[in-house]
T-cell receptor
Framework: GQNIDQPTEMTATEGAIVQINCTYQTSGFNGLFWYQQHAGEAPTFLSYNVLDGLEEKGRFSSFLSRSKGYSYLLLKELQMKDSASYLC??????????WGAGTKLIIKP | ETGVTQTPRHLVMGMTNKKSLKCEQHLGHNAMYWYKQSAKKPLELMFV???????ENNSVPSRFSPECPNSSHLFLHLHTLQPEDSALYLC??????????????FGPGTRLTVT
């Protein structure tokens, strides 16, 4: 079966750095996505990785290792507004997205 | 503003009712999706439409019936639902097949409660 694993919940301090991990086992691989979802709102697209390495976008970076079936989302200079759920999703060989259950990130002052 | 709108935002219905959820995308995309989101569970893909043709139906019960009259509009018709169908129903759109990530843009969702 296809599976995406990510921690259920993480806590970090305002101004710090946090890394949210995602491991996957899917039928084929055609890219990995990270989305942010604030409570009661729609998921919004954060980043996309299809080749190994690091993609940086402002305070957010996403890393991919296809050989290890592993990705992480790195958030720097945390702000209170970063409190949200972060969803990892992998596009499989049928070009459908397989989703993780999301990581709820709590930022404390 | 994500460019994808959904109505209604909240819906309470009895198990014998018939209702419809509406989604509209203003992004010129060629693919649209219905998802179910339950607490602490991964997003469940229900239906996919590419160029108005349904290409995916992930073993969804027949009490859910999708309709895609054109590339901008998507409906989910509901009838004789069960309490376990209570969830957040999300619509999304994307531009498929032209290179690039083809990321999905989501609407705000309809919070459905079945009593």
């Amino acid at each position: 079966g296809q599976n995406i694993d990510q921690p259920t919940e993480m806590t970090a301090t305002e101004g710090a750095i946090v890394q949210i991990n995602c491991t996957y086992q899917t039928s084929g691989f055609n890219g990995l996505f990270w989305y942010q979802q604030h409570a009661g709102e729609a998921p919004t697209f954060l980043s996309y990785n299809v080749l190994d390495g690091l993609e940086e976008k402002g305070r957010f970076s996403s890393f991919l290792s296809r050989s290890k079936g592993y990705s992480y989302l790195l958030l720097k200079e945390l702000q209170m507004k970063d409190s949200a759920s972060y969803l990892c999703a992998v596009r499989d060989s049928n070009y459908q997205l397989i989703w993780g259950a999301g990581t709820k990130l709590i930022i404390k002052p | 503003e994500t460019g994808v709108t959904q109505t209604p935002r909240h819906l309470v219905m009895g198990m014998t009712n018939k209702k419809s959820l509406k989604c509209e995308q203003h992004l010129g995309h060629n693919a649209m999706y219905w998802y179910k989101q339950s607490a602490k569970k991964p997003l469940e893909l229900m239906f996919v439409y590419n160029f108005k043709e349904q290409t995916e139906n992930n073993s969804v019960p027949s009490r859910f019936s999708p309709e895609c009259p054109n590339s901008s509009h998507l409906f989910l018709h509901l009838h004789t639902l069960q309490p376990e169908d209570s969830a957040l129903y999300l619509c999304a759109s994307s531009q498929a097949g032209e290179g690039g990530p083809g990321e999905q843009y989501f609407g705000p969702g309809t919070r459905l409660t079945v009593t």
